[in-house]
Structure formats: structure tokens, C-alpha cells
């Protein structure tokens, strides 16, 4: 697994770009999956699986009045 800290999330969105393009160019099936959770003071941990796990850390502000608590279960979601 790679790991590295960004604090806009350029890093990870330039990787998405990156294996989106390289499945689609890819002569067969492919599977793409992005996942996040929230980590404390405003951070989120980004997780791009293709093959392999691509983690990132993404500084983050939370939106105003979401109505969550803090520490709340967050959902998964596939893209």
C-alpha cells in the first residue's frame, strides 16, 4: 500500500485520473473503487482501490450545520 499526505487532494485526484485512464485502455475487465472516511481535526483518508490500495490523507472542512455528530457512522460508497 502507498501512503501520502496531501492537504488539497490534488495528489489523489491526479492518481484517480491516472487508473481511470488505465482501465479504460486496458483490453479487459477492470475494477475501480473509491472509498473515504473520516479522520480527526478535519481530515479525510481517501482510498483508491485498483489492483492495489492507493491511500491518501486530505485536509478537509467539514460543511456547516450537516446535522452529523462528530464521530458518526460515515457510508461507503462505489463510483
Known amino acids: 500500500m502507498d501512503r501520502w499526505h496531501c492537504d ?3 495528489s489523489a485526484l491526479r492518481k484517480l485520473e491516472e487508473l481511470y485512464r488505465g482501465l479504460l485502455a486496458h483490453d ?3 475494477d475501480l473503487r473509491v472509498e473515504m ?4 481535526r478535519g481530515q479525510k483518508e481517501v482510498i ?3 489492483g492495489k490500495q492507493y491511500r491518501y490523507v ?3 472542512e467539514p460543511a456547516a450545520g450537516n ?3 462528530e464521530g458518526a457512522a460515515v457510508t461507503r460508497q462505489q463510483i
Open 67 to 69: 446535522g452529523r455528530k
Open 48 to 50: 483508491l482501490h485498483c
Open 37 to 40: 472516511r473520516i479522520l480527526k
Open 28 to 30: 479487459g475487465f477492470g
Open 8 to 10: 488539497t487532494g490534488d
Open 58 to 60: 486530505v485536509d478537509f
